[in-house]
C-alpha cells in the first residue's frame, strides 16, 4: 500500500502538554513560531463508554480555539486512551490557547469522565507543498440534524487524492462515515462494498500552478456533482451533510461541526477500503453499530437490511474490468464436523458460498478495484477457506432496453482475503494473486486455490 500521512513536526511548536487526567476541561497552550494550518493530536478515553452499546455509546468534547468554537470530537474508541488528530485551521503567528471541554447535551447518558491529553500540536506552513495545502483547503462538515445526539453515520476518517488535470491537479476528499441510515441495504452494501460504512466523496478543488482555484464542486443529493458556490471559512469550504446515505450541500441548519484531518492516499490497484484498512479500527466501530441499531440476525434472508455476525464475512479484495458484464465470488471452505470434533479435509469435499447469493443486483458491475464481503458458516475459520472462484454472468437488460451481448471479464489481482477477528478488527491477509484471467459470461469460473 503507498500511502502517505503528514505527520510529521513541521514547524516548532511550544507550550507544555497537558496533564493526562480525568477531566471535563482541558487547556494546552502553544506557540506558533509562523503562520500557518494547526492539528492537534488529542488521546483520550471515556470511562463506561461503548459505541455498541445504547447509552453508553460516547462521551462528546467541545473544542476551541483562542476562545472560538472549532468543532466537536466524539470519543467512539472506548475506554482505553485512544488517538484522534483534529484541524485546528489556520494560525496566526504567535501564543495560542486551545481547550477541549465536555459537552453533557451530546454527551451518552451513561458515559462517564473523560480522560483528555494533548501532547502535541503540529503547525505546517506553505513550505510543505501538498500537505499543507490539503490540509489548508480540507472541508468542514456539519453534521446531519438527524444524527445529531444519536451516535450514528458519524464521520471518523477523511482522505483525499491528487489527480492530474489539463489546467493543473485536483485535490479530492472522500470521507468514511459509519454507516447510512438511508440508502443501500446492509447485506448488499457487504455483497457490493464489503462494508457496511459509508465512503463518499464530498469535495473537490482544482488549482493551477500557482495554487489558484480554477474550480470546485461537491457531491450533493443524488450523486449530483454541482460546482461549489457556498462559502469559506479562510479556504476551508463549509459544507453539510444533508441526506440519509451522506450527501452535503453548501448550507444547513446545524452548527455540530467536525474537522476531520485528511491523509493523502495513492490508490492505484487498490479500493478504497484500503483506506479503512490502515485504519483498522473502522471495522469495529461499523460493527459494533450494526449491532446496536439491530442490523445483525443469526441468519437473516437478503434484503431485510440485515447481516449475520460481521465476524462470520469473508472480506476479498480484488481488482479487473467487467465492462459490460457482471461478477461474483464464491468461497470454497472445508465444511464444519457435524459431530463437532472433526473437519474433512480433501477440495472435493469444499462448500461453495456465493457472495451474490443468487441476486443479479448483489454482484460486481464497475470496473477496477473493489471488496467483496461474503458470509460464511457459522463456525468458519480462516484457515478453513482452500479456494476462491471467479464467475462471470450477463447483466440484466435496463427497464425497457433490449439486452446485449456481455464481453468477457478479464480478472488481474486479489489483493487481500481476511476476516475479522473476536474484536471485529480484520485478521491476517491469507491470499494474494496476481495475473490476467478472461471469465466468459456463463462459462466455467476462474479457480484461485488457497494452500
Not at 459509508?198 to 495554487?211: A, M, P
Amino acid at each position: 500500500m503507498r500511502f502517505a500521512l503528514a505527520a510529521v513536526l513541521m514547524t516548532a511548536l511550544t507550550g507544555a502538554p497537558a496533564p493526562m487526567a480525568a477531566s471535563d476541561h482541558v487547556v494546552r497552550e502553544f506557540v506558533a513560531a509562523e503562520d500557518g494550518e494547526a492539528v492537534a493530536l488529542v488521546r483520550a478515553g471515556c470511562e463506561r463508554c461503548d459505541w455498541g452499546v445504547a447509552g453508553r455509546e460516547s462521551v462528546a468534547l467541545t473544542v476551541s480555539l483562542d476562545g472560538q468554537y472549532s468543532q466537536h470530537l466524539q470519543l467512539v474508541r472506548g475506554e482505553a486512551a485512544a488517538d484522534y488528530r483534529v484541524a485546528l485551521g489556520p494560525v496566526a503567528k504567535g501564543s495560542h490557547r486551545l481547550a477541549i471541554d465536555r459537552d453533557p447535551a451530546l454527551t451518552a447518558a451513561g458515559a462517564g469522565p473523560a480522560t483528555i491529553d494533548v501532547p502535541d500540536v503540529t503547525l505546517y506552513s506553505p513550505r510543505q507543498g501538498n500537505d499543507y495545502t490539503a490540509l489548508a483547503m480540507a472541508p468542514i462538515l456539519h453534521a446531519r440534524p438527524n444524527t445529531v445526539g444519536k451516535f450514528t453515520d458519524l464521520p471518523l476518517v477523511m482522505w483525499y487524492e491528487i489527480v492530474s488535470t489539463p489546467r493543473g491537479r485536483q485535490y479530492r476528499y472522500s470521507v468514511i462515515f459509519t454507516n447510512e441510515d438511508g440508502g443501500t441495504q446492509t447485506d448488499r452494501l457487504m455483497a457490493t462494498w464489503g462494508r457496511t460504512t459509508d465512503i463518499e466523496f464530498v469535495y473537490g478543488v482544482e488549482l493551477d500552478g500557482s495554487g489558484k482555484i480554477l474550480a470546485e464542486e461537491f457531491q450533493g443529493p443524488g450523486h449530483e456533482v454541482p460546482a461549489f458556490t457556498g462559502t469559506h471559512e479562510a479556504r476551508h469550504p463549509l459544507l453539510w451533510v444533508s441526506t440519509d446515505n451522506n450527501m452535503v450541500s453548501q448550507s444547513g441548519p446545524t452548527r455540530i461541526r467536525y474537522r476531520l484531518v485528511p491523509q493523502l492516499f495513492d490508490l492505484t490497484n487498490q479500493s478504497r477500503e484500503a483506506v479503512m484498512d490502515a485504519s483498522p479500527w473502522t471495522y469495529a466501530i461499523a460493527s459494533v453499530e450494526m449491532r446496536r441499531e439491530g442490523k445483525v440476525a443469526a441468519d437473516p434472508p437478503t434484503g431485510v437490511n440485515k447481516i449475520p455476525d460481521p465476524r462470520r464475512f469473508v472480506h476479498v479484495e480484488a481488482c479487473g474490468s467487467v465492462g459490460n458484464a457482471a461478477l461474483a465470488l464464491s468461497i470454497g471452505t472445508v465444511p464444519a464436523p457435524s459431530n463437532g470434533s472433526v473437519r474433512l479435509q480433501p477440495d472435493r469435499d469444499l462448500v461453495w458460498t456465493a457472495s451474490d447469493r443468487g441476486i443479479p443486483q448483489y454482484r460486481i458491475v464497475r470496473d477496477g478495484c473493489f471488496t467483496i464481503a461474503t458470509p460464511l458458516p457459522a463456525g468458519t475459520r480462516p484457515s478453513d477457506i482452500r479456494a476462491i472462484r471467479v464467475h462471470a454472468f450477463e447483466r440484466p437488460p435496463a427497464d425497457g432496453k433490449p439486452g446485449v451481448a456481455a464481453d468477457p471479464v478479464t480478472f488481474t489481482r486479489i489483493n487481500k482475503v481476511f476476516m475479522l477477528d473476536e474484536h471485529d478488527l480484520p485478521g491476517p491477509s491469507i491470499l494474494k494473486w496476481e495475473g490476467s484471467q478472461t471469465i466468459r459470461p456463463g462459462g466455467e469460473p476462474f479457480e484461485v486455490p488457497i494452500r
